[in-house]
């Protein structure tokens, strides 16, 4: 009897209808290392999982990938919990994701959320601290593996943005226990030698458990601590370790460390140039102005006629002396008519004037003038100022009343 033949798509069918009875298939944990991710605009996620030998094709809908927790990204090892079925249209067989978390990281997550807590409860990640990035650095100290992508990518960046920045490479140890002494001893030896003008410190992309060793306490605490400025550069722009949280400046991976580190040269040409213009037409604008100055001092009459500069202060000295000589002699003459009118005053007062009208002084034998009758007697001896001259005299009779009417001798 002839074998009847199917089509492609009857084999998957069939292929799909067997795969989907098998009770072992429907629910099923698979431990696997993402590669080839793709999130869809749709919120689908495409991957693949592998191990050493094997690798699968594995999709997530967008219903249960909403539920994530996390960000899947390459490399990252996980547990993927679904069921085995093929797409009809491929023949490829695949596994259809409804729960994913990521394998044995549960602990490591706990104890970097702890120390990212303690640290910044005791300042270490203040940005008042931090220092700043210099524009030009000419030397550049470089903190990673010697044979990893992210050196070569930063050589090669650096090169092409700033040839004349000389990179010096401290080779260290990124993963594993060791790793967090050997970058402190990269931060310790450009601390010591202080032979460049910043530090770049990181390396290529990995799962938590690759970045761990620069999660570390005592290395966050050698960043801290170090004088020269320092980029962070650990992982892919996802990936934050504590490293990156200390430093004074994060990069989202290593080349782009290198794009923060130097300016690009064209850039700074181009400013160059611009300041140059700037400065030439600045200069340029000064000698114009000081060549109108010196065109004008030039035609200054001071220097065609110096006498007229000369004349002029001294005109205004004889006019100067003149209005003084005026104004003291008006004020001489109105004291000196002042001081004739008040002499003239004095004179009329003079007794010496009084005298000459007739009238005497009479004094008692002391020189005090007698002013009252009683302050005489008879016999008393007097003496008596005239105008001309003077008499001594002897008191025979003391009356009261005037001269020519009734008096009363006493």
Known sequence: MEQSAISV???????????????????????????????????????????????????????????LRFRPENGMKVLARGSISIFEKTGVYQLYISELKQDGIGDLYLALEQLKKQLAAAGIFAESHKLRIPPVPGRIGVITSPTGAAVRDII????????????????????????????????EYFEQTQSVDLIIIGRGGGSLEDLW??????????????TIPTISAVGHETDYTICDLVADLRAPTPSGAAELAVPEKEELLL????????????????????????????????????????????????????????????????????????????????????????FSLTCDE???????????KKDDQISLRL???????????????????????I
């Open 366 to 376: 002391k020189g005090k003038v007698i002013r009252s009758i009683r302050h005489l």
């Open 9 to 67: 798509t009857q084999l998957n069918q069939y292929l799909k209808g067997v795969l989907e009875s098998d009770l072992n298939l429907r629910n099923i944990l698979v431990l696997g290392e993402i590669s080839n991710l793709t999130i869809h605009g749709s919120g689908h996620i495409y991957l693949r999982l592998k191990d050493e030998t094997g690798v699968i094709s594995a999709v997530m809908f967008r219903s249960n990938a909403a539920k």
């Open 213 to 226: 060793g620069f999660n570390n306490p005592d290395l966050a605490l050698a960043i801290y601590n170090c």
């Open 156 to 187: 090669h960046i650096t090169g092409r943005r700033f040839p004349l920045a000389e990179i010096i490479v401290y080779p260290a140890i990124v993963q594993g226990e060791h790793a967090p002494e050997s970058l402190i001893q990269g931060i």
């Open 387 to 409: 105008n001309d001259g003077g008499a001594r005299c002897k008191i025979e009779e003391v009356w009261k009343g005037s001269i020519n009417g009734e008096r009363t001798e």
């Open 271 to 358: 400013g160059i140039s611009r300041d140059q213009k700037r400065l030439l037409a600045a200069l340029s604008k000064k000698m114009q102005h000081s060549r109108d100055l010196y065109e004008r001092y030039a035609k200054a009459r001071i220097l065609h006629d110096p006498k007229a500069f000369t004349d002029k202060p001294y005109l205004m000295l004889d006019h100067l002396t003149g209005r003084l000589k005026t104004s003291f002699t008006a004020g001489y003459n109105k004291q000196a008519h002042l001081l004739s009118t008040q002499l003239a005053k004095l004179d009329a007062l003079s007794p010496l004037k009084v005298l000459k009208r007739g």
